[in-house]
């Protein structure tokens, strides 16, 4: 009896061991920022399949002189929803806007779901990416804002959010 209880034990020792290092499948994450713009302000709303108090980083370039001239960290809400107004002269330059989903600086609950260094999330994501941090395989969300102009005479525009960079041309050539 000693030892069917032994091995019992040891049985159940090993399948609960066994089970932690069970690898999660890749989880679906949905974001899809969008916005619009003027000459002083830049508006943003990111509409994600994250729960409430997931953060992005954005920031916008300059294209001439490659420096960030704006940098934020915007908050979704229990909808997965973040929204953010922001005063940005844009007159007269040329500028690219970037989103970032960054897995080490969410919140825990987003942590065991993505994984601590992105290792969950599916790499259809839109703006999937992969890059190295503390020697380590690291996963991120990287998605370029183009600002697109309404019209010729017009003073604003969309920004529109792609995983690459969008190449506009010139009206003309």
Known sequence: MKKFKMICLLALATVALSACTIKKPPQNLAIKPQGTYDLKTVGIKVESSLPKNAKFNLLFKDDVTKKVIYETTIKTDENGT??????????????????????????????????????????????????????????????????WKFGKLSDGGFLVFSKDKIKQEKEGK
């Open 82 to 147: 973040a929204n953010k107004k922001i005063l940005l002269d844009t007159k007269n330059k040329n500028l690219t806007g970037l989103l970032f989903f960054k897995p080490e600086e969410q919140p825990k609950n987003i942590q065991d779901k993505f994984g601590k260094y992105g290792e969950n999330i599916r790499t259809t994501t839109e703006g999937y990416r992969v890059g190295k941090k503390n020697n380590q395989k690291y996963m991120y969300i990287k998605q370029y804002g183009t600002f």
